[in-house]
């Protein structure tokens, strides 16, 4: 019997692939999977993908915006409904541009900042009510959080924010027995960063900053996520864990390396 056997997990932004690797973890150990995410197409190639190292795995599907109110606070009540109790919540939303703060309109900054924070605002507010057992929140935060990056003023004020968010949360909550926690990812390949992840001269700069010597990929993210969601960190609310082959011990590559 896996460690989450009985429990749910309710995933926002399923259709990604931090998302996805972090459902089959979940889901291979027992938790019952309730998807949220944009594109159909995606999701059920998402449910494949779990289905395939998880063959007897439960799971729902729902295309649907996560970043809008009315879905999530539906999404949330259906997936505690499934057997009665919802236990994790995964919330992977996230947008971001390049560009220096100083070239951006009121609007566009403030829809990147807000990006990321509307689908976890909502995951949290919607979710939290319906987890009466305790449980885990984990969201995907990133480590421009912590390390200043020209270029991603906007997706590091929003990531900076999320944090901020998390530790509140993890007070207020605690008393309930649900912890909120975030992994806090460096350069890996994802939706976000498909605009700019292959370029040569980004990618070497960075590599230079990255101790272990290579960019991140969905997998290496997934197990931080599975333990923050599991009974193994018990103990753990508030924070936040960099997996990112090192990057924050140097820091970020010298110069404007995003206004791509």
């Known amino acids: 019997m896996g460690a989450l056997e009985g429990q749910t997990a309710f995933v926002l932004g399923a259709s990604a692939g931090i998302a996805q690797a972090s459902a089959r973890l979940l889901a291979a150990d027992g938790a ?6 944009r594109s159909a197409k995606r999701l059920d190639e998402a449910r494949e993908g779990i289905l395939a ?22 999404a949330a009540q259906a997936a505690h409904d499934v057997h009665g109790r919802l ?33 976890n605002f909502l995951a949290l ?32 004020a929003g990531k900076a924010a999320l944090e901020m968010l998390i530790r509140v949360a993890a007070s207020e909550l605690g008393p309930k027995g649900i ?21 040569e001269e980004l990618t070497s700069s960075f590599l230079e900053r990255v ?8 997998a290496d993210i997934a197990p931080g996520v599975r333990y923050l969601a599991g009974p193994e960190s018990s103990w753990v609310t508030g924070q936040s864990f960099a997996i990112d082959g090192g990057n924050e011990v140097r820091g970020a590559p010298r110069g404007p390396m995003f206004t791509v």
Do not use: C, W
């Open 32 to 37: 019952t999977l309730y998807l949220l995410g």
């Open 53 to 74: 190292v998880a063959p007897s795995a439960e799971i729902v599907v729902q295309k649907g915006d996560p970043e809008d109110e009315a879905t999530v606070a539906a």
């Open 87 to 119: 236990d994790i919540v995964l919330g992977t939303v996230a947008s971001g541009g390049t560009g220096p703060l100083t070239q951006q309109d009121l609007a566009t900054f403030t829809d990147f900042v807000m990006g990321n924070l509307r689908s």
């Open 125 to 156: 507010r919607y979710s939290a009510p319906l987890m009466t057992n305790g449980g885990s929140i984990v969201f995907i935060s990133s480590t421009s959080s912590k390390i200043p990056m020209e270029g991603l003023g906007h997706y590091s």
């Open 179 to 199: 912890r909120v926690n975030a992994v806090r990812p460096g350069l890996t390949e994802a939706a976000t960063t498909q605009g700019y992840i292959h370029l």
């Open 211 to 218: 101790p272990l010597g290579r960019l991140g990929v969905s």
